[in-house]
């Protein structure tokens, strides 16, 4: 447990439109997702095999079938600096197919980070806190995840690295920019800072980068440091849980 009191709740208000739980998908599924199988044994992944990268709440998360599970009252407080995301109905798009029926869309783009991804970075960072983790790594594409993650670590006081794959790091600088703004450290993958970034280096010099590359670098950067983890911004359960909002959020506007 850390000290940390940026994880402490503040006790102001919070919009009623915020949900307090999020939904688990896994506890509807007809059968069980297939697991995730450990690369080195081939065996199902165990809730020990997923330590040396994930907090102990976001393995929680990730192994649970519980259909509701509430939100910390510090993530609500964090989300009210860009929820509730507003809800509009599409009349035009609804005119032209001719149909009765009424079209509704969540605009997340009002975020600082302009997407929905702070909904699973800032969760991220807040159970990483929770756990007394100073420095959290990821790699990003186009930039979205990379600044979500940035913004997270600092509004919980965290460390933030990120590599953001070459091809991006060179086309996007404001990205990047972004994320050093944040108080992030930014670097172009593959890149000479870790074993597998000099090992592609080397094998393929004029490579433009890709996302596993960027994933090889950061995973190796957090599993290297006892208080480091790696953030995933999607692919597993976990960010689908916190990626609930939006929907349960919907329906509560809708009512």
């Known amino acids: 447990m850390t000290d940390n009191p940026r994880i402490q709740p503040l006790g102001f208000p919070i919009d009623s439109h915020i949900p307090a739980r999020w939904y688990n998908l896994a506890a509807d599924f007809p059968e069980p997702m297939p697991p995730y199988l450990n690369p080195q044994t081939r065996e199902p992944i165990t809730a020990k095999d997923l330590e040396p990268l994930f907090a102990p709440g976001l393995i929680e998360l990730e192994m649970s ?142 490579t433009s980068g890709s996302l596993g590359m960027a994933i090889s670098e950061a995973v190796e950067s957090a599993v290297s440091d006892p208080q480091a983890h790696y953030a995933l911004g999607s692919v597993m359960n976990q960010v689908i849980i916190h990626q609930t909002v939006i929907g349960l959020e919907s329906q509560d506007q809708l009512a």
């Open 65 to 206: 079938k519980e259909r509701y599970i509430d939100i910390p009252q510090r993530i609500r407080e964090l989300y009210t600096n860009f929820r509730p995301a507003p809800l509009y109905r599409a009349h035009n798009l609804e005119q032209e197919l001719g149909t009765k029926c009424r079209i509704y869309y969540k605009y997340e783009g009002n975020s600082p980070a302009g997407s929905h991804k702070p909904n699973s970075a800032l969760a991220q960072a807040y159970y990483n806190a929770v756990a007394g983790i100073k420095r959290l790594t990821t790699e990003t594409g186009a930039g979205q995840w990379g600044a979500s993650l940035a913004m997270a670590c600092s509004m919980l006081g965290m460390d933030c690295e990120v590599w953001q794959v070459r091809s991006s790091y060179d086309q996007k600088p404001y990205r990047r920019m972004q994320m050093e703004t944040y108080g992030a450290k930014c670097w172009s993958s593959p890149s000479d800072r870790t074993e597998a970034g000099r090992r592609i280096q080397a094998e393929n010099p004029d």
